[in-house]
């Protein structure tokens, strides 16, 4: 059975703060997929990033970066210089399947950014 | 290019009501899912759809039953609503073997 395990469940940082949101996962497939999502406060779902578990290179787009361990099972996700307009809640993702009908979601990290 | 939308936003229920939730995407996907979102819980895939007339069930299958006549549509159904189906419920799209793309949710209260 594959889980996905966001331990933080609410975060609050000072704007311009460096932040990590945790996730591990488990599965027994040696092929699989790792998201992260965002939730703002609108309430949709906004898809920030997929990784093969083939690909073990670390991700940077913008402010953002992806840390992605197999050793620890492991996807953490880091935001540089935290914005208030990076308030919400993120949430971490496994699929085995190519056509991800096995998606699990973590329970979701709330991120609060302060002016 | 609207994405996914679904119909309706806002929907309350008493208990023993039927219902449709109404799922329509314009990006050509193939595969479309049904989620439900409850606190602490994140979101679990009620049923999905890898094709037109398919539908398959997903980890929460119970209570809900779905239906893909058209490509772009996947509708949602509660046929006798229960207090426990009270949830905000999301549906999404996805190209084979790339990432889902979700519409805005539709809170439903059954009462």
């Known amino acids: 059975a594959q889980k996905v395990t966001q331990a933080q469940t609410e975060i609050s940082v000072v704007e311009k703060e460096d932040v990590t949101l945790d996730c591990v996962y488990e599965t027994r497939d040696t092929t699989y997929y790792l998201f992260w999502y965002k939730q703002p406060p609108s309430g949709e779902l906004v898809f920030l990033i997929r990784r093969n578990s083939f690909d073990e290179q670390n991700e940077i787009s913008g402010r953002y970066s992806w840390n992605f361990q197999k050793s620890t099972s492991s996807f953490n996700f880091t935001i540089t210089a935290s914005q208030v307009v990076d308030s919400a809640v993120y949430f971490c993702?496994?699929?085995?399947?190519?056509?991800?009908?096995?998606?699990?979601f973590g329970a979701g990290t709330r991120l609060t950014v302060k002016p | 290019n609207a994405g996914v939308t679904q119909t309706p936003k806002f929907r309350v229920l008493k208990t023993g009501q039927s219902m449709t939730l109404l799922c329509a995407q314009d990006?050509?996907?193939?595969?479309m899912y049904w989620y439900r979102q409850d606190p602490g819980m994140g979101l679990r895939l009620i049923h999905y759809s890898v094709g037109e007339g398919t539908t398959a069930k997903g980890e929460v299958p119970d209570g809900y039953n779905v239906s893909r006549l058209k490509k772009q549509n996947f509708l949602l159904g509660l046929e006798s609503a229960a207090p426990s189906q009270t949830s905000v419920y999301f549906c999404a799209s996805s190209a084979q073997g790339y990432e889902q793309y979700f519409g805005p949710g539709t809170r439903l209260t059954v009462t």
């Open positions: 993702a496994l699929s085995a399947s190519y056509n991800n009908n096995d998606m699990r």
């Open positions: 990006m050509n996907h193939e595969y």
